[in-house]
């Protein structure tokens, strides 16, 4: 065939074929662009002369999109693709809503919540915008101005659970007890913790009655406490009691009674408590007892702390005695577990010094039940002063249960063994105290 012949001419009754042929094309193009002709065209004939394809090329990568982006939280990547996008339109509120969004998971909530405000001054009942404007308020601390703003997303006929659940959350914290009471007949649910922190609030004074005893070779020593205490608020508890206690010395009884005020205060991630206690006794308990531990929490699983203490003893009969402990820690927390091992410092003054080491364990079964177990190994391990101030050598434990039934009643079960190095008679005690919230 002559070169230049339309291939139409040159095919002659094949005409038709071609035509079927061009139709599948436009298929084929429609359902995979972008497919060579030369390469896709059934049948294609060979005498026609048809323009030569050109070279094929290999496709630039395409760029990962934002979602992809978010998903490997390769965050700062997907900021530049939005902030190109916002360079060409600044007033697209999507992508500027999901910058914001960015920023807020970045920490960085003050210039998120300026550009989430940007789009709420154009679209006012954006839920998206609200609901994102109502974690920042939670993130600065603004609890109640975060309620706000979910009610005002409830009003927009957004009827999801979980924004109900938010605001009843967000009221617990809050400690606003009557409006927890009432967003629960919309819906939402309370946790044991949420309970039992919701019977703290609304009943403020906590009763603690406890009977122990003291088995010391073939003698027992009996002992009653008692105490009362006040929540003022979530940041301080005060507590107030007395202890009596018999123990016998040489086959005779000796009486001793003890009073003591004590404080609990959480404030951020610092926890404290101070307790300061006196006996007039003149026999085996201290006439005056300092204690204070405090600890921070580093992050939510590693913390660090401090034991203070330092008492007096004047005995009748006996020289007196000053000894100063020092007790680090550290905290470690792993879901319901907490471990804190540490160490003892005491100075006996007069005297040298002692040291033990130790380790405590907390097992959070349930809001309501809570286990422990302290081991205590060294030159003074008898920190419950079972007969006077001068230290022992040798190992203490210590086993128990808090356990709260309901709100308002519960009790604590602890057994401890101490067992000195050597010839020397142990100590087991057990305390049972009961416990009521008024």
């Known amino acids: 065939m002559a070169a230049g012949v339309p291939c139409r001419a040159a095919n002659g009754a094949s005409g038709n074929k ?24 059934p049948d294609a004939p060979t005498p026609c002369t048809l323009p030569a394809a050109p070279p094929r090329t290999a496709a630039s990568p395409e760029l990962p999109t934002i979602r992809k982006l978010i998903e490997d939280q390769r965050f700062d990547e997907a900021l530049q693709q939005l902030e190109t996008r916002l360079s060409a339109n600044p007033l697209d509120d999507e992508a500027l809503l999901q910058h914001a969004r960015i920023l807020y998971w970045k920490g960085q909530w ?52 979980e924004v109900q659940q938010r605001i009843v959350d967000l009221l617990v914290e809050i400690e606003d007890t009557q409006a927890v009471r009432e967003a629960l007949t919309r819906g939402g649910a309370l946790t044991q913790e949420q309970q039992q922190r919701l019977a703290r609030i609304d009943h403020p004074i906590l009763a603690d009655a406890g009977l122990g005893s003291t088995w010391h070779g073939a003698q027992w020593w009996p ?9 003022l608020g ?20 000796t009486d001793a009674w003890s009073a003591k005020l004590e404080g609990y205060m959480t404030l951020g991630k610092t926890t404290a408590m101070l307790h300061v206690s006196g006996s007039p006794s003149g026999a085996f308990l201290p006439a005056i007892d300092l204690r204070s531990d405090g ?22 009969g006996e020289d007196p005695a000053t000894p100063i402990t020092v007790g680090p820690y550290l905290t470690f927390t792993r879901g319901p577990w907490q471990i804190a091992p540490g160490w003892l410092f005491l100075a006996r003054n007069p005297g040298g010094w002692n040291h033990t080491a130790f380790i ?23 920190y419950i002063d079972r007969l006077n101030a001068l230290p022992s050598a040798g190992m203490t434990g210590v086993v128990g249960v808090d356990q709260w039934f309901n709100g308002q009643f519960g009790m604590r079960l602890s057994v401890s063994r101490n067992q ?15 416990r009521g919230r008024l």
């Open 295 to 316: 600890s921070y929490a580093f992050t939510p699983s590693f913390g660090a702390g401090l034991w203070l203490r330092l008492a007096h003893y004047a005995p009748k």
């Open 234 to 253: 979530a940041p301080l508890t005060l507590a107030g009691g007395v202890i009596a206690e018999q123990r016998n010395f040489h086959h005779l009884p």
């Open 223 to 231: 002992r009653v406490e008692g105490a009362l205490g006040y929540r």
């Open 360 to 382: 405590k364990f907390r097992y959070q079964l349930t809001a309501r039940t809570t286990w422990f177990v302290w081991m205590y190994g060294g030159q003074d391990p008898s």
């Open 18 to 41: 071609r035509i079927v042929q061009a139709s599948w094309l436009v298929v084929t193009l429609w359902a995979w662009p972008g497919l060579a002709l030369a390469e896709d065209l």
């Open 420 to 434: 000195p190095f050597g010839n020397f008679e142990g100590f087991t005690e057990s305390t049972l105290s009961v």
């Open 110 to 161: 003050p210039r998120a919540e300026r550009e989430v405000q940007d789009v709420l001054g154009r679209h006012p009942v954006d839920r998206d915008a609200l609901e994102l404007q109502a974690q920042l308020r939670m993130a600065r601390g603004d609890l109640g101005g975060a309620v706000t703003l979910l009610r005002k997303i409830q009003d927009l006929g957004d009827d999801r659970p």
